[in-house]
């Protein structure tokens, strides 16, 4: 039975017709060569080559060796070829859930990283509602979603992800837009805007209302985070967003002010419990948590007044 090194060895002397060019070939020195090919065709009682002026020449039994050892080799060749594909995603699909707060700036600035990781990894990105989260990942639609609340469900776990804050935005020629900073009873006397509290998106901005027994006078309501955003740039109201949803500039035209009281919530990754997790899935949550953190800095650092 031949080792795996021995077949390289042998192969490299064919290929080369001496043992110097077999030892550069596998980068060692021509002694250690030669000794494994002698050392060879003596366990094996096979003589692979013969030698004539300090070339060596297969036998014709070797010339049958050397095709099933090529044919090794092309194995080799196609498992390291597989191995590659793996490695840059090639093979893999990674499917992302994501609300929509967490998916307007993040979840883009993660995936811009993923795709330098694994260049050919196929990607599929769902936007979900909360309650939509549970039949993705159930159903065997996605791999992980990342949400900004947390359900109550025996068949899903929970990874933390980052901790966020809640702003009021308002348009950036609005009276308030000079501010650093404001409270909840102050932005009760402007019109808001904002998502419904019974959602469960809407509920970690009403609460902050609620808290404070303030009403929560929504003049205009909407579904989602982005048209929030985009109704206040159109100057028809001020609103309270969450930080993920305005990141890095996301809307331009409107203005972040600070909330005096807390406003600190907790954001997640969902996934199905009992599921394994793929490396893109992994490596995915890890950088949407790195994102997500880092913004989470970048306003700490912000002056104040």
Known sequence: MMTLR???VIRAVMISGTITGAAKLLN?????????????????????????NGRYFPTQDAQLIFEQINT????????????????????????????????????????????????????????????????YLLLGKGDCAAISYRLDHPALDFLPLASGRLYC????????????????AEMTRFPLIGIDPTDPYGRIMSELFARNKLP???????????????LVQARLGIAVIDQFSVAHGGIPGVRLLEIQ????????????????????????????????????????ARPRK
Do not use: W
């Not at 935005?169 to 909840?184: F, G, M, N, T, Y």
């Open 261 to 300: 009281e807390p406003t600190h919530f907790e954001t997640y990754v969902a996934i199905k419990r009992g599921a394994p997790l793929s490396p893109y899935a992994t490596h995915f949550i890890k950088t949407l948590r790195a994102e997500m953190e880092a913004d989470g800095k970048r306003l700490a």
């Open 216 to 230: 929560y006078d929504i003049t205009i309501r909407a579904r989602f985070g982005n048209t929030v955003c985009s």
């Open 6 to 8: 021995q077949i390289e």
């Open 72 to 135: 090794i080799y092309k194995k080799v060749d196609d498992l390291a070829d597989v191995i590659g594909k793996i490695g840059r995603g090639q093979l893999s699909e990674l499917r992302i859930g994501s609300v929509p707060s967490i998916a307007q700036v993040m979840v883009p600035r993660a995936v811009e990283k993923i795709r330098k990781r694994y260049p050919d990894l196929k990607m599929d990105i769902n936007i979900l509602k909360i309650e939509e989260v549970i039949d």
């Open 28 to 52: 060692v020195s021509a002694p250690g060569i030669s000794r494994l090919v002698k050392y060879t065709e003596r366990s094996l009682g096979v003589r692979f080559f013969t030698r004539q």
């Open 169 to 184: 935005i308002v348009p950036e020629d609005h009276a308030l837009a000079q501010r650093k900073r404001i409270s909840a």
